[in-house]
């Protein structure tokens, strides 16, 4: 909740002060464009709320717990994969194109991630120095 109200509070901060700048500033354009109508006032102050709750208090909240959950091994696994999702939502939501490069990198990140989630676990109580498998 901290790190949501503080991003809110920056955020806001940065949308004065570029407010003060004059007319031409891009924080008063904006200020005036998303305050024009109600219905677009309460579209900016949604889009604040989602991104001060759900992208930066819930989604890190969720993080934690997961990573706790399957361990840190595991969980670098699942965040290095985050390139091959924003590629692949990219793909299905934007309409955008992957070249043959883009497959076949991906294809081996999949076959990494494979190996990684299936490898067996280390020993925690191995006696000798390397217990790596």
């Not at 509070?9 to 031409?24: D, M, S």
């Not at 991104?51 to 989604?59: E, F, K, M, Q, Y």
């Amino acid at each position: 909740a901290f790190q949501a109200v503080v991003s809110v509070v920056f955020a806001g901060g940065f949308l004065a002060w570029e407010a003060q700048q004059g007319p031409g500033g891009s924080g008063a354009e904006f200020i005036a464009a998303a305050t024009a109508a109600p219905g677009e006032a309460t579209l900016v102050l949604a889009v604040v709320v989602w991104c001060g709750l759900v992208v930066n208090a819930i989604a890190s909240f969720l993080q934690v717990g997961g990573q706790q959950a399957i361990g840190p091994a595991r969980a670098q696994v699942v965040y290095a994969s985050q390139p091959l999702w924003a590629a692949g939502l990219a793909l299905v939501f934007l309409n955008e194109t992957v070249g043959p490069e883009g497959v076949v990198g991906g294809l081996a990140f999949l076959a990494a991630m494979f190996l990684a989630a299936t490898a067996p676990v280390p020993d925690a109580n191995c006696e000798v120095e390397v217990c790596e498998i």
